[in-house]
Structure formats: structure tokens, C-alpha cells
């Protein structure tokens, strides 16, 4: 190996799947942002206020179950969802038994956001990944494993 030369295991970049993922994933939140920007949100906004929707049945939903379900930090959770609270598509109240934790709901503009938002999201995703034909489906199990913590 020439001094002054990555000391990796790699021939090529192309070699290296972490790279390769880095790449692909930067092309897809750059067209997932051009897609979002109409809606005025955020990709991180709409995974959370998406995911929110997606929750919503008769129980309680806490930012613990949010941030769980979408994938993200507890932490930037609360933060993201101060601002949709601000934007007025999300309520936080006081959960109905457990004085530390904040019960959530969208809000019907929110809702309908979501729902307005995840048509051009989709797009993007048949797109964007049907150029994998008939891999998609084994690609996509592949991100599954992948996701398993």
C-alpha cells in the first residue's frame, strides 16, 4: 500500500457497501426533500407525523412509541414534534396514566397532510426503486434484516 493511501480492504469504492449505501441513501432523501418541499415539511417531519398517522387507533400513543415505530431518537422526536405542534398538526396532552410521558394525536389538518404528502412520497419510492424490477421485493427483505436492531 502507497503511503498516504486509505488503508482499506477495498480494490474500488464501488467495492464497498457502506459507501455504496451512503450514496444511494443521499441520492433518495434528496428526491424524498424535493418531494416534501411543496408540503412544507421536512423528511424527518413527515416519517414522524406519517408514522403518527399510521399509529392512530383508540390507544394511547406516547413519543416512546413514536420515536420506536418511525426509528428515531427519542430526543430529536420531541423536538420534531414541538414544531408540527407549532404548525398545528400535532396535539401532545398529559398521558392519561403516566404523569411523565405526553400523549399524541394528529390533528385533522395534520391527517390530512400526511395523506396529501405520502402520494408524492410514493412516487418517489416507485421511482426511485422500480429500477430494481423484480429485486424489489428481495431488496426490500434485504433492508429488513438489515433494520433488526
Do not use: C, Y
Amino acid at each position: 500500500m502507497a503511503e498516504g493511501r486509505l488503508a482499506t480492504e477495498h480494490a474500488d469504492a464501488p467495492d464497498s457497501t457502506g459507501l455504496l449505501l451512503w450514496r444511494v441513501t443521499n441520492t433518495w432523501q434528496a428526491a424524498q426533500r424535493a418531494a416534501l418541499k411543496p408540503h412544507g415539511l421536512t423528511h424527518v417531519q413527515f416519517v414522524l407525523l406519517a408514522s403518527l398517522v399510521w399509529l392512530d387507533t383508540d390507544e394511547t400513543i406516547t413519543q416512546r412509541d413514536l420515536a420506536d415505530h418511525a426509528g428515531t431518537d427519542p430526543m430529536m422526536t420531541s423536538q420534531v414534534l414541538r414544531a408540527l405542534e407549532a404548525a398545528g398538526h400535532v396535539v401532545r396532552r398529559p398521558h392519561p396514566t403516566d404523569a411523565r410521558a405526553r400523549s399524541l394525536a394528529a390533528t385533522p389538518a395534520g391527517v390530512a397532510l400526511a395523506n396529501r404528502a405520502v402520494v408524492d412520497v410514493e412516487a418517489v419510492d416507485r421511482a426511485f426503486f422500480g429500477r430494481l424490477g423484480e429485486g424489489r421485493a428481495d431488496f426490500t427483505a434485504l433492508l429488513a434484516t438489515l433494520s433488526r436492531r
